[in-house]
């Protein structure tokens, strides 16, 4: 079985700083694409940054110029450190990876979400 425990989220005031972490466990033979979704109130989930085994990052429009992602191949584990915060910002943050097991070549996984509330 392959986990994908998020961790970081919280509530902040509008221009503040949150930084998600992510970290994969279980019968892992290698990950390949990771990123992070967001999901608000009423709206579809959204992609807001990925990044592929080899650091080529990809970030919504939205968010560019703020947040980073990043990861670390030797930990399983990707982060997204999350600046300037607006709350349009606010949404349920998912963690996704294309993860390979000794018994799948790739499937894909959802962390179970961490709320980030931005508000004064």
């Known amino acids: 079985q392959v986990q994908l425990v998020e961790s970081g989220g919280g509530l902040v005031q509008p221009g503040g700083s949150l930084r998600l972490s992510c970290a994969a466990s279980?019968?892992?033979?290698?990950?390949?694409?990771m990123g992070w979704y967001r999901q608000a109130p009423g709206k579809e989930r959204e992609l807001v940054a990925d990044?592929?085994?080899?650091?080529?990052?990809n970030y919504a429009d939205s968010v560019k110029g703020r947040f980073t992602i990043s990861r670390d191949n030797a930990k399983n584990t990707v982060y997204l450190q999350m600046n300037s915060l607006k709350p349009e910002d606010t949404a349920v943050y998912y963690c996704?990876?294309?993860?390979?097991?000794?018994?799948?070549?790739?499937?894909?996984?959802w962390g179970q979400g961490t709320q980030v509330t931005v508000s004064s």
């Open positions: 996704q990876a294309y993860i390979a097991t000794l018994s799948v070549p790739s499937d894909l996984y």
């Open positions: 279980g019968d892992i033979r290698s990950i390949n694409a």
């Open positions: 990044i592929s085994r080899g650091l080529r990052a």
